[in-house]
T-cell receptor
């Protein structure tokens, strides 16, 4: 089955600097890669996602890159703000209709702290 | 976006009792629902996948007789933790999706077993 590795586990950056979180996946059949932001005690919130037919996607200060060959994808947050502080999770899934598929497998999470 | 609710939002129970958690898709029909468990400072671990009208598919290491899942309709799935013990204390989160869509997460249920 799919295995997703996420690094680093903690990340501290100064306000205004950029933050990068990296993930690798194992299943070449995975073709959907979302990123979630989770605040304490809350549900994961989708912040950006990318499908395998695209190498990069950007939404304001957030961007995601995907390297299918190397099986890794990264989250980039620019001009970080204190409200970006949270735990971020990457995940991988296949959208193929196969029994047991279409489930999200999550990385271990990165606790991001933005220092004012 | 689509709305998924969970009930209750938190529950405290005594060891040995059973607890039922509901997951509802409020404005769409969910062909598939997923149940996750999240321990403090850890990631979301998939427990099982349920499709309406069929038996749930459990992940390796998850006891199907302890975590009973019923997906009786396209808008409701329930997770029953039977004979709960303190080690079952966790944050339980469901997600729901239609075929081809991304999943939508519920707000989670905090279970504390005394």
């Amino acid at each position: 089955g799919e295995n997703v590795e996420q690094h680093p586990s903690t990340l501290s950056v100064q306000e205004g600097d950029s933050a990068v979180i990296k993930c690798t996946y194992s299943d070449s059949a995975s073709n959907y890669f979302p990123w979630y932001k989770q605040e304490l005690g809350k549900r994961p919130q989708l912040i950006i996602d990318i499908r395998s037919n695209v190498g990069e996607k950007k939404d304001q200060r957030i961007a995601v890159t995907l390297n299918k060959t190397a099986k890794h994808f990264s989250l980039h947050i620019t001009e970080t703000q204190p409200e970006d502080s949270a735990v971020y999770f990457c995940a991988a899934s296949t959208t193929r209709v196969i029994q047991g598929a279409q489930k999200l497998v999550f990385g271990q999470g990165t606790r991001l702290t933005i220092n004012p | 976006g689509a709305v998924v609710s969970q009930h209750p939002s938190w529950v405290i129970c005594k060891s040995g009792t059973s607890v039922k958690i509901e997951c509802r898709s409020l404005d769409f029909q969910a062909t598939t629902m997923f149940w996750y468990r999240q321990f403090p400072k850890q990631s979301l671990m998939l427990m099982a996948t349920s499709n309406e009208g069929s038996k749930a598919t459990y992940e390796q290491g998850v006891e199907k007789d302890k975590f009973l899942i019923n997906h009786a309709s396209l808008t409701l799935s329930t997770l029953t933790v039977t004979s709960a013990h303190p080690e079952d204390s966790s944050f339980y989160i469901c997600s729901a999706r239609t075929s081809g869509s991304m999943p939508f997460f519920g707000p989670g249920t905090r279970l504390t077993v005394l």
